[in-house]
């Protein structure tokens, strides 16, 4: 045996020296034959068909919209409590216009709306985590779906709300900032809205404060810690009838003709039909709908007057006697 172990290593280098040879005297292949005239022309032909299908889709269905200096104005419109369904959402999706998608993290769909939307190259879509934050009506987060829900709640302590948004972030992974979902007890404390933002800062995410209640700290505390930070103006669902639904989303566009705004609704027939019938619309008058990071990235083009470059100043926070007091108390009504 020791015998046979020791002429291994002289055969397998025979062997090698026996298939370099090989590839040495081995006649080279023959070169392939060149294409003809009708194979190149139906190559070219293929690459036609594919270029007018894309340019046929983008003209049918593609997103709608006007450069950033040719609108007139600019609306960022927030879809909020999405992956609890998928038919509505579905819908909205398919607006042609770029809506921007805030995600449940313990709703069922959280992942798949995730995935569906990723996969989507053609229809890019900016996603949100939906955070829960406790509102002053406590029993709200047991009612339904809410039961599935980790809030975030007055009296955690510091390390907990932030393990809490920590967790929350791992399940929406997708998400370039975030904006509470409820919150009118949590955001007025301004100790909790001073702890979470580091977490936001640390992984450069941005913050909308939904803004359910007037008192909110969340603002004051995002630019106190260097976090990009934008405010909801308007909610188009309080009242979730299609004429209340559409004269919120016209007193939205009028905003956006003085300046940029955020506004927030939530999956429902009527929310579906009237964005697919006034988007084209208000777009046909120069109102652009806009992913809600257009609004930071073209305040960070002309930052506001003695504002420190790292902290973006609020771009559309309206002071709170500007906004509709009955406004104030929403998204914690019907959801
Ligand atoms: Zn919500």
Known sequence: MGATRDK????????????????????????????TTEEIAAIQRGIDRIV???????????????????????LAIVIDDVGRELHLFEQLVDLRFPLTFSVLPGSVYAAGVQLRLRADRRRPREILLHLPMEP???AQMQAGAEAQ?????????????????????DRVPTAIGTNNHMGSRLTPDCD??????????????FF????????????????????PVLARQVFLDDDPTPAAIAAQLDRAAALARQGPV???GHPS????????????????????????????????????????????????????AADDPSRQGSGEHRR
């Open 8 to 35: 291994q290593p002289w055969s397998l280098v025979v062997w090698i020296g026996l298939c370099c040879l090989g590839f040495a005297v081995a006649p080279a292949p023959p070169a392939a034959p060149p294409m």
């Open 52 to 74: 007018e299908s894309t340019r046929a889709w983008q003209r049918e269905r593609g997103d709608l919209g006007l450069p950033w200096d040719q609108a007139t104005g600019h």
């Open 136 to 138: 002053t009506d406590a």
């Open 149 to 169: 829900e980790s809030f975030l709640r007055q009296g955690d302590p510091p390390e907990l709300l932030r393990a809490k948004l920590e967790a929350a972030l």
């Open 192 to 205: 909790a809205m001073a702890a979470l933002m580091p977490v936001l800062r640390e992984r450069g995410l």
């Open 208 to 227: 909308l404060d939904s803004r359910t209640i007037a008192t909110t700290c969340a603002l004051q505390a995002a630019q106190a810690a260097g976090v």
């Open 262 to 264: 955020v506004a927030i």
């Open 269 to 320: 027939p009527a929310m579906v039909e009237i964005l697919r019938r006034r988007l084209p619309e208000l777009l046909a008058e120069g109102v652009a709908v806009v992913p809600v990071t257009a609004l930071l990235r073209h305040r960070a083009v002309a930052p506001m007057a003695g504002t420190p470059a790292a902290v973006a100043p609020p771009a559309v926070a309206p002071p709170v």
